[in-house]
């Protein structure tokens, strides 16, 4: 990026968010105003048509493909944001014990969930087997043993997917890269043949397929050719092997455009998977989380007060609700709420939350309006990996979440009391 764009060409990017002025600015049909109003700030809000209008988007453009959309829980676990994309259509994917029953609380079957992780427990996998998930994504030989043995105990047979580590550098932040090897997640490309042949004799395992996930905010086609290239390559040795492999989880990772720059496209991504994999009759599964989802949500806050001569802004937002700034040097967009301020010129400023450390900035140098008091921001695209992330750092309740449906809201989260805080919190006896 040169040159940040401004707030009029962000906002003119985004159609869910419409300026008037008179309201300001808008989610689908909602005052951001009124719901400030409401429930006070840093307030998240969230689009359900915006999202439903994004899954139908990537659905169309996978629908000549054997293809199905497992929303990636982890992105953003509100029941709500689970309801929405399951009504849509889309299955789960989880990471932990935890999404699984918020997804399956949210009304998602479990042979529409698939369970991908690190290092899942003995528990985590006894109960998605009890629970009767459709995949489990096996990331190491260790956990295969664990997941056979406990099958067999229980007289269960776990579908699997084999979750292979490409070694493709998906060239986004080192934070958020996966699929090299040098990084914890998967088994070595070169071990994976050996691997599924000896689950294919394990008892209580049923090896389907492979998966593969490379990172995240991936918004150029070359890893996922090079990867994607690579799972295709091992399904014809597999094969070739006498071993049957139905399926392929290619896992989710596009990018969404922060700034000006464009997003990923969905149609452009389903050419990457027909290329790989048209012709080998294998089902697909992929698992966006981001793409879905990021643009949906907006963060809205009030200026504290300014200091440092106009040189800093102060929000009631801070990095233990949105930390992705803090902790991948995340660029949001950050637009004042009032049509007025969204017009007038900017001055360079340092946006930054109250709280006691440096990396509690939002935004250096940018050019926004001059801001008084009370004024409202909202910062842009982050319904993705923004509530999840939240913490009560510094003692600060969680944040109220907000649900637009069109002309309609509705609070999907009260502002956490402060009370709340220390429950759960015990003071021993001996400390009187
Ligand atoms: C995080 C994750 C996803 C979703 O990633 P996005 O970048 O949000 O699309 C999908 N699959 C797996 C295995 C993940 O860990």
Same mark, same amino acid.
């Given at each position: ?24 600015? /808008?989610?689908?049909?909602?005052? %951001? ?8 700030? @840093? ?38 944001? #689970?309801?929405?994309? $399951? ?44 629970? $009767? ?13 664990? #997941? ?12 699997? +997917? ?47 397929? %492979?998966?593969?996930?490379?990172? =995240? ?5 070359? @890893? ?10 091992? +399904?014809?040795? /597999?094969?070739?092997?006498? #071993?049957?492999? =139905?399926?392929?989880?290619?896992? $989710? ?32 599964? +992929?698992? *966006? ?12 806050? =009030?200026?504290? %007060? ?8 102060? /929000? ?19 637009? *004042? ?21 440096? $990396? ?6 940018? /050019? ?48 956490? =009391? ?15």
């Amino acid at each position: 990026m040169t040159a940040d764009p401004s707030a009029a060409d962000l906002i003119a990017a985004r159609p869910h968010l419409p300026m008037h002025a008179m309201d300001g600015l /808008l989610l689908e049909g909602v005052p %951001l105003n009124a719901i400030a109003d409401a429930l006070g700030t @840093p307030v998240w809000v969230y689009g359900a048509g915006t999202m439903r209008a994004r899954y139908r988007r990537l659905a169309a453009a996978l629908a000549g493909l054997d293809a199905h959309i497992h929303y990636a829980v982890k992105a953003n676990d509100h029941l709500a944001v #689970l309801r929405v994309f $399951g009504q849509a259509g889309a299955g789960a994917d989880v990471v932990s014990e935890g999404e699984m029953r918020r997804a399956m609380a949210a009304g998602i079957a479990p042979a529409r969930i698939v369970f991908s992780g690190v290092g899942k427990t003995a528990h985590e996998l006894r109960a998605a087997l009890e629970n $009767g998930l459709a995949q489990i994504n096996v990331e190491s030989p260790a956990e295969l043993e664990m #997941l056979s043995a406990i099958a067999a105990a229980t007289g269960r047979t776990a579908e699997i +997917v084999l979750r292979i580590n490409p070694d493709v550098d998906a060239g986004t932040h080192a934070k958020i890269t996966t699929g090299r090897a040098d990084n914890k997640f998967g088994i070595p490309y070169a071990e994976a043949a050996a691997l599924y042949r000896h689950a294919a004799g394990l008892p209580g395992i049923a090896p389907v397929g %492979l998966a593969l996930h490379i990172g =995240s905010q991936i918004l150029s086609l070359a @890893p996922y050719h090079a990867a994607y290239a690579r799972a295709a390559e091992l +399904v014809r040795a /597999l094969r070739a092997a006498g #071993l049957a492999v =139905s399926r392929v989880d290619c896992g $989710g990772g596009l990018g969404i455009g922060y700034g000006d720059e464009a997003g990923a496209s969905p149609e452009a991504f389903a050419g990457a998977l027909s290329r790989a994999f048209a012709g080998l009759g294998v089902s697909l599964i +992929v698992e *966006p989380g981001r793409w879905l989802v990021g643009p949906a949500g907006v963060l809205l806050a =009030s200026v504290v %007060l300014v200091k440092g001569h106009g040189r800093f802004v102060v /929000l009631d937002a801070a990095m233990n609700d949105l930390v992705r700034p803090a902790m991948y040097d995340a660029w949001h967009g950050i637009v *004042p709420v009032s049509a007025v301020d969204a017009r007038a010129a900017g001055v360079a400023v340092d946006i930054v939350g109250p709280v006691c450390e440096t $990396g509690d900035t939002f935004a250096r140098s940018r /050019l926004l309006a001059p801001l008084r008091e009370g004024a409202r921001v909202a910062i842009l695209d982050a319904g993705a990996y923004g509530a999840v992330m939240s913490s009560t750092y510094n003692a600060r309740p969680l944040a109220p979440i907000a649900l637009v449906d069109g002309e309609r809201w509705a609070t999907i989260r009260e502002r956490q =009391s402060h009370a709340a805080l220390w429950e759960g919190e015990t003071m021993p006896d001996f400390l009187g």
